[in-house]
């Protein structure tokens, strides 16, 4: 289907830190892990997590390494052990893959975006959709590059490559799952301190009751209110754009996504004193 396209994670500065480390050094990571798993379940203890990256010379990292095991805990794992498999391919993605490739560029285009905010978003949507004459929610290739291309956004050969690659479909790259990864995503961690404040307007088959978050919302914490970069009212506007960007009915990744778009240069504390007092219970 249109929505079929894989998510591209966004990766914290810290997973970025060892991810870095982990290529300088050319880790092969997973023996280590394999030793503590016999069973191969592709799960290990936290504390076991911890004592694989010591192991490996990464415990300068000290209480950063209690976050990196948090943010890989497995959702599905019954004592909610770390999954290491996904830990190892995201540290040891080589820079030349279209994985990393477009991390790297998903990035450069939310730094280019978040002082346009929201508003960019859509109008990135519009450009695309001017290519998109029989209404069929795709692009070509190249129609792509060129909407990018009007909206000030510019990419490498080997990043078009990797946006065929991931995107494409017999050439054609369904483009709201394109600008949904620009709107970006966030890591398990965040994601759950958004769920926790917004929980009450939040359904059980996953939507969001948008009228009565907008009700609730407390522009004073959002983050563009508090640099000084939109006035109340246009971050009123751009909650509502940036959330509601599918042009469907907002469900919980809408809502986590428009945070990570709008939080990618927060610290923890920083994101989560926004989020938590953004909402008025």
Known sequence: GKDG???IPVLSDLERRVRQVSRDRRFQMVPFFEDFDKLRTGFCAPQVFTRVMCTLGLDGLGADLDVLAAIYQSETHKDRWVNYRAFCAEMQTPPTSVRSLLQDAFDRLRREFT???????????AALRDYDRWGRGSVQVSELRAAAGACGLHFSGPEMDAISAHFATDGYVPYLAFVREVRGNLHRLRRQVVLETYGSVLTAVGTVRMEELLGRFDVRFHPKALDGSLTDEQCFRDVEDGIL????????????????????????????????NSFRE
Do not use: H
């Open 5 to 7: 396209v894989a998510r």
């Open 115 to 125: 002082s346009r905010g929201a508003a960019g978003l859509m109008g990135l949507l």
């Open 245 to 276: 960007l599918m042009e469907r009915e907002a469900t919980v990744d809408d809502l986590c996504d428009y945070w990570g778009f709008l939080s990618w240069k927060l610290s923890d504390e920083q994101f989560q004193y926004c989020v938590e």
